[in-house]
């Protein structure tokens, strides 16, 4: 069972940044493949961003392009998403995701590409 672990969320005003991270508590597993997603309250779980680690290839949702950028360590096995200009509606939890496959996103439904994820971490913007 692998486990991931998930910091960097909080609280913060419309147009203030955040900066999350994720890893893996056994710093021996790796995965090809990472992401983020959220859920907010009542709605369904949305892919945010995800990178291959090999290539350091990047994707992203269209409502978070421009303000987040996905990252990943010199190792490979954390990864980082720095949030800027946050807005109300990017109020969620947000959970980190590891997969070891050749298709890391895809426009529909990432998540089902993902099969280890973390607890999640808590992102709320409101003024």
């Known amino acids: 069972q692998v486990h991931l672990v998930e910091s960097g969320g909080g609280s913060v005003l419309p147009g203030g940044s955040l900066r999350l991270s994720c890893g893996a508590s056994?710093?021996?597993?790796?995965?090809?493949?990472m992401g983020w997603f959220r859920q907010a309250p009542g709605k369904e779980r949305e892919g945010v961003a995800g990178?291959?680690?090999?290539?350091?290839?990047?994707y992203y949702a269209d409502s978070v392009k421009g303000r987040f950028t996905i990252s990943r360590d010199s190792a490979g096995k954390k990864i980082f998403l720095e949030m800027n200009n946050l807005k109300p509606e990017d109020t969620a939890m947000y959970f980190c995701a590891a997969a070891d496959q050749s298709l890391c996103w895809r426009s529909i439904n990432p998540d089902q590409l993902y099969h280890s994820w973390g607890q999640g971490t808590q992102v709320t913007v409101d003024s």
């Open positions: 056994d710093a021996s597993d790796s995965f090809n493949c």
């Open positions: 990178i291959r680690t090999d290539s350091g290839t990047v």
